[in-house]
């Protein structure tokens, strides 16, 4: 009989002694169980090794060997006290983790931030983060604020009013939002806001601790007359706004209010938070120049990332302000992380000089509008009363009036019922909704599944419309999350 049977021929033999005897209990020893299987002592200790490696036994020097005794049941560890320890949980976090939520299997997204899988550059980007990761310079520590090369290209792309040496490279348009919330204001402060505005820009200005008062927005952006009133009332030193196809409600800031904004800004001495996010997701036309391009003195902090127009792995923006303000920001952003991964920055830089950029903006114009034309198209055909007032020239969501009394909450949460995923517009308010609002994403999905998507969210508008009825804050926040 081979060694191997042996072996095995013991270990059988102590399981079954073991699971007799009980925890504790004393087996036989090395010269018994050598004795008994006609075995050698190698082949017994073998054995007892085996079984102690799986927690069967215990073998304890010069005392012999027993059955091993389970470690103590903890039982269900009490957490409780975390409760205590965390007090009141920050506002916002619901909404959040709603908007950030995959679609269950089988549901048609018409809600998301960044490009379907279809749209994104993903080859052109793993070509340039391979050629970046064999550069070992790109693995050591560059300087904190982001390499310079970068920072240029953002600068130009901001216009003439910044420099390389104001920016500063983040990991996301997100956490330069942060920053700039953290770096130009401190807790108890007002900003101001668009209304309605990103969710995620409100979800960071609570976190901050800031007051947010929102500004009256229309469809050529917010009005300057409403702004000037605010900072007068508020006293508040800080502007959060999207000029350029703003995210919810797609409205470009109108040319003529170009002007009285930035003079309600100077004139109140306060900053103006510019989130270009979508300057590469033009679909109509050529964009305006931002803000940040006429800017002589120093008024507009501007913020532009690569997320949205490339693919949500590009964790690349970068945030610039004249004077003291930019140094705030590159001090805060040294506090948060140090520095962006070198070969990511490398490999933003290759890409967005490379011709794969042009190609790829080129191809997602093209896409871009054919994928708003069909949710469109699939809205006149089957829910006409959603179709926005106006259709926004770029970006990625059109933002769908509901009619009176409809709770837009109620619906997102039947519309997931139907395997359709959507969101409600009444997060995107800092204040209560003037009224109710979807927020539909037309690039979540390829066109041809928008007639669909939107024939499940017309069965859910018939069976969910409801009333309107005021809702607590966590009601509201956890009924959209997608099923």
Sequence with gaps: MSNGNAVARVIQDLRGLAAVAGPGARLPSVRELTARHQASPVTVAEAIRQLAAQGVIEARPGKGTFVAVPPDDPGVPDLSWQTVALGVRPPGDDEMQALMALPPPGAIPLS??????DLQPAAALGAALTRAARQPASWQRGPVEGRE??????AREAGAGLRADDMVICPGGQAALATALRALTGPGDTVLVESPTYLGALAAARAAGLR?????????????DQLAAAFARTGARLFYCQPLYANPHGATLAGHRRAEVAEAVRAAGAFLLEDDYARDLTIDGEPPPPLAADDPDGHIVYLRSLTKSAAPGLRVAAIGARGPA???????????DFFVAGPMQLAALDFVTSPAWT???????TALRERREALLAALRRHLPELVPPAVPRGGLHLWAPLPDGTDDVALATAAAAEGVIVFPGRPWYAAEPPAPHLRLTFTAAPPAHHDEAVTRLARAFAKGRAPSSRVSETSSSSAHRPA
């Design 112 to 117: 998301g931030g960044y490009l379907d899988a």
């Design 149 to 154: 090369d970068l920072r240029a290209w953002f």
């Design 212 to 224: 947010v008062v929102p500004v009256p927005a229309d469809a050529d952006g917010v009005r300057p």
């Design 326 to 336: 930019g140094a705030r920001l590159r001090a805060a952003r040294l506090l948060d």
């Design 359 to 365: 190609r790829h903006r080129r191809a997602l114009r």
